[in-house]
């Protein structure tokens, strides 16, 4: 009998392949973290990468946060009300939005926008060889193109995060006060009282590493784009996916760190 | 030209290897290209031609074997001296390679702006002279790359690779996707701004018009390796195979071109 060694044969590759782009990706990583904290910085370039990333994202984290909220506020008046706990809608607003939703979805939205386009500026770069260019001018890619746009997501995600935490808190208080009829003084008080230094440090921790994570991912699938333009279009589908599903993973790894060390 | 024999190459590549998976395009390459002259590289798609600038470049790195500039081996330089080393390159690349999120002008000045740390007036003063030199008028200057010609963009490749004056300028495939007139323009541009600078010209390329308009000395990579080095007045004499059926464009002859065919 002749066994059949195509299948170990494919999950060996399968498995090689994956060692050898984390490897990729942990060497592009180091790189990345080295160029962003030694000189020169191209001050202009982080400027102008942290109004992309920042400015241009706001509406559109402003209306998933704001909606986010008004979801979550109608959702725990629901199964509240049955235990006549309504007063803990504008905690429970306060918990989600800080610690989870606005976080997540400001991630999520910045990675589809953002990340998309990062890697297919710099894929497209990389394909008409202007990186190349680059490196014959004597300017290091990664300080020129790849550390202003991490430094500039590592910056812009928490501020984006920190107004949409109170855009979301907005859009909860909107539902308790005009559609619930609650007090606005009182919900106003159990949200701001019972506000924990801990659910502004996670909310803004965890900005911070997604906004490393979606424009490491964003940089690093556009850099190692090939192929044309469908290299780019697969890079830019990498980037937008990868850093989706590094974000959920990651989110779970920080509240885990963060609140049940 | 100068005399090859008593000099220093200014650029020596020896038994240098690059392969790609299991395909060596280098195979134990053997090149010297003198001080201030033209050397052109000729040869078939895929023999490496490209992959040879990269290596000298940096933008890839030989498995083996030696790569001198000015008689130092730069593999062997520390990221700074290289740095320094490739200050002295210039290089024009196929498709112009201009960064289009720049004006036309900011593309020329980009290296005197970002490493020289010069005035922006005083560098697009230097970019739009740069730029007359490849005649081009002022007007194009803030212009942006995706609304140039492909005979202008590789003139504003051609002005940001002389913008800083290099000791070395690298042209590859300069007058590809150009017809016959506009490539007999950027020929004589590549020899005029070679000759004013005084520089060392690498070009690669498979145009025979160009290879015999640019070049002082012109060599046939084949096969990953140097099979073929002389003048242009020497390659219409020679015996050599190759390079008769490549200077022919024949088809029949010891170059097999590949051909894959689904079965």
């Known amino acids: 009998m002749q066994l059949d060694l195509s299948f170990i044969d494919k999950l060996g590759r399968v498995v090689l392949n994956f060692f050898r782009a984390t490897g990729r990706l942990g060497i592009f990583c180091g790189q990345t973290v080295y160029h962003c904290v030694t000189p020169p910085f191209y001050l202009k370039a982080v400027l102008a990468q942290m109004i992309e990333i920042g400015f241009y994202s706001l509406p559109v984290v402003a209306l998933t946060t704001l909606f986010s909220g008004m979801v979550i506020a109608l959702q725990t008046y629901e199964a509240v009300s049955q235990f006549s706990a309504e007063g803990a809608v504008a905690m429970v607003v306060r918990v989600a939005v800080i610690r989870e939703l606005a976080p997540v979805m400001a991630g999520l939205m910045v990675a589809g926008r953002i990340g998309a386009a990062m890697a297919a500026e710099i894929g497209t770069m990389r394909v008409t060889e202007q990186i190349d260019a680059l490196s014959t001018l004597s300017t290091n890619p990664f300080k020129y193109l790849i550390a202003p746009r991490v430094l500039a997501g590592i910056v812009m995600l928490p501020i984006l995060v920190l107004i949409g935490d109170v855009i979301g808190i907005c859009g909860g208080y909107m539902i308790g006060v005009y559609k619930l009829d609650f007090n606005a003084t009182t919900y106003l008080t159990n949200t701001w009282d019972y506000l924990k230094p801990m659910d502004i440090i996670s909310s803004m921790t965890k900005a911070g590493v997604f906004g490393f994570i979606i424009t490491l991912l964003g940089c690093y699938n556009g850099f190692q784009s090939q192929g044309g333009a469908q290299g780019v279009g697969r890079a830019t589908t990498n980037a937008v996916v990868s850093s989706s599903i590094l974000i959920l993973i990651f989110n779970y790894i920080l509240t885990e760190m963060l609140f049940n060390a | 030209m100068t005399n090859t024999k008593s000099v220093t190459p200014k650029i020596r590549m020896t038994d240098v290897c690059k392969a790609f998976g299991k395909k060596k395009v280098l195979n134990h390459l053997n090149l ?29 790195e030989p498995e083996a074997g030696q790569i001198e500039i000015d008689g130092k081996n730069v593999l062997e330089l520390s990221g700074k001296e290289r740095s320094e080393t490739m200050a002295q390159f210039g290089m024009l690349f196929q498709n112009a390679a201009l960064f289009d999120s720049l004006s036309v002008w900011e593309n020329v000045a980009f290296s005197l702006l970002q490493n020289q740390h010069m005035s922006r007036s005083e560098a697009r003063k ?42 070395v300028i690298f042209f590859d495939e300069p007058t590809t996707g150009l017809d016959p007139i506009m490539s007999d323009v950027i020929n004589d541009l590549i020899k005029d701004t070679v000759k004013n600078l005084g520089a060392t010209a690498l070009t690669i390329t498979h145009d025979m018009n160009s290879a015999r308009k640019i070049a002082d000395r012109i060599a046939m990579l084949y096969e990953g390796k140097i099979i073929w080095v002389g003048t242009v007045d020497e390659l219409d004499k020679t015996y050599n195979p190759y390079v008769r059926q490549f200077v022919a464009g024949s088809a029949k002859g010891p170059i097999q071109m590949e051909v894959k065919v689904e079965k």
Not at chain 2, 38 to 59: A, Q
Not at chain 2, 137 to 160: C, E, I, N, T, W
């Open chain 2, 32 to 60: 010297d290209v003198y001080p201030g002259e033209s050397l052109v590289v000729i040869g078939g798609s895929g023999t490496g031609k490209s992959v040879t600038i990269k290596c000298i470049l940096g933008l890839l």
């Open chain 2, 126 to 167: 230097i970019a739009i002279k740069k730029l007359a030199q490849v005649g081009l008028k002022s007007d194009v200057a803030d212009v942006y790359p995706a609304d140039l010609s492909g005979g202008m963009r590789k003139r504003v490749g051609l002005a940001r690779a002389i913008a800083t004056n290099p000791a």
